[in-house]
C-alpha cells in the first residue's frame, strides 16, 4: 500500500479557471478594472475582434457567476457594467499576470 498522496487540482480552481481562462473575460474584467463602469458599446471597443453576440454571452456569464452587474445610470436610461466586489478582488491576480506577461513576453511575441 502506498502511502504517496495523489495531487488533484481542487475543484474550486477548477471552476476558477474556467471563468478566467474562457476566451474574452479575463479582458472584460481587465477592461471594468481599469476603467470602471462602462457601456456595452465601450466594452465592445475595447475588447476588439470580440463579437457583439459573444460580448453580451460572456457578459451574461460573468453577470452569473458575481463578477458583473449590469447597473440603469440614474442620469439615463442607459446600462453600464461594472465589477462586483467579487470581480474588483480579482485585482491583485490581473496585476500579477501583467508581471508575468512583461517578463516572460515581448512585443514580437504578441504579433
Known amino acids: 500500500m502506498s502511502t504517496q498522496s495523489v495531487f488533484k487540482v ?7 479557471f474556467g471563468i478566467l481562462g ?13 476603467e470602471g463602469p462602462q457601456r ?3 466594452i465592445a471597443q ?3 475582434k470580440c463579437s457583439d453576440r459573444v460580448l453580451v454571452e460572456r457578459l451574461k456569464e460573468l453577470e452569473k457567476e ?5 447597473v440603469m445610470t440614474s442620469n439615463s436610461s442607459r446600462a ?11 485585482k491583485t491576480i ?15 511575441d504578441c504579433k
Not at 458575481?66 to 449590469?70: A, K, Q, S, W
Open 22 to 34: 474562457k476566451k474574452w473575460n479575463g479582458l472584460i474584467i481587465e477592461v471594468l478594472l481599469n
Open 10 to 16: 481542487c475543484p474550486k480552481f477548477q471552476k476558477t
Open 66 to 70: 458575481g463578477l458583473v452587474e449590469r
Open 94 to 108: 490581473m496585476q500579477e499576470i501583467h508581471i508575468w506577461s512583461e517578463k516572460w513576453y515581448s512585443e514580437e
Open 40 to 42: 456595452f458599446k465601450e
Open 46 to 48: 475595447k475588447v476588439e
Open 80 to 90: 453600464v457594467y461594472q465589477l462586483t466586489d467579487r470581480g474588483a478582488a480579482l
